[in-house]
């Protein structure tokens, strides 16, 4: 709650220092089209939920299977590994062919994932580490490689160039 308040003065604070003709950290103009806040929203669900599924793969690793901190963080070696290569791949090539349809097959992919994990943990003996889950970990990095470029390129679209940190306006 207390953050909601801070955010919400936040944003009154940053609309007062724009009418005043300075500079704001914020530009209030942004959130005049729906597309923008949808797209926080939206990316902030998104990496909430997968830095969450993260974490509790790594404390599980350490706490529940006792695997030292190293080895744990090791863990995530293929997701890392599959995010790079998708979101090169889907941020050099991808995106310009097919547009925001690689943003839906990113979400499948890292759904499959995930649901994929699922069924890896189930049957797993709960003191062994189930091995399978690498592949699928790279499988879930895959998935958030191809939405990544295509959700972001799709939110910062509507933008001017001055607005989204890319080229001046001409």
């Not at 030292?68 to 050099?92: I, K, Y």
């Amino acid at each position: 709650m207390a953050g909601l308040i801070v955010m919400v003065v936040f944003g009154l604070h940053q609309r007062h220092v724009a009418v005043g003709g300075r500079s704001p950290l914020v530009e209030p103009s942004l959130f005049a089209h729906r597309g923008f806040p949808a797209a926080l929203v939206t990316s902030t669900s998104f990496f909430a939920v997968t830095n969450g599924l993260m974490v509790v793969i790594v404390l599980h690793s350490q706490l529940g299977l006792g695997t030292d901190v190293l080895n744990s963080g090791r863990t995530l070696a293929p997701w890392s590994v599959g995010l790079a290569v998708a979101s090169w791949v889907a941020g050099a090539h991808l995106v310009r062919r097919y547009g925001h349809h690689v943003m839906s097959l990113g979400l499948a992919v890292l759904m499959a994932g995930a649901l994929a994990a699922l069924a890896v943990y189930h049957p797993a003996d709960p003191t062994a580490y189930p091995e399978p889950l690498l592949i699928v970990l790279g499988v879930v990095g895959l998935g958030a490689g191809l939405f990544s470029p295509a959700f972001f390129t799709l939110a910062l679209k509507p933008l001017r160039r001055r607005r989204s940190g890319r080229l001046p306006d001409c």
